[in-house]
């Protein structure tokens, strides 16, 4: 989190490790959940909208999760669920 900048600024940012969790369970397909309420979780400011995609996250994971590529991806779902 020392790495983001956005949640310097936001106390109630859910940051790269939320994003991540949720992405997965979006990815997977026993989680009846659809993208309307997932966009309740992460549709805002406090979520994806948030996200500078500066990618600090991206380059210090120690685990070297393709943080880029998840948070592209939610920001994409999430893009499209707010607008339906
Ligand atoms: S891309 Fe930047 S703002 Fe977005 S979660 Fe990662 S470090 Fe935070």
């Given at each position: 989190m020392a790495a983001c900048g956005t949640a310097r600024m936001r106390e109630d940012f859910v940051g790269a490790v939320g994003m991540n969790k949720i992405t997965r369970f979006r990815l997977d397909?026993?989680?009846?959940?659809?993208d309307q309420d997932f966009y309740e979780l992460v549709g805002s400011d406090d979520g994806v909208?948030?996200?500078?995609?500066?990618?600090g996250c991206h380059d210090v994971c120690p685990k070297q999760l393709p943080l880029q590529t998840q948070i592209a991806f939610l920001r994409r779902k999430m893009l499209k669920a707010g607008l339906t």
């Open positions: 397909p026993r989680d009846q959940r659809n909208f948030g996200c500078m995609t500066l990618l």
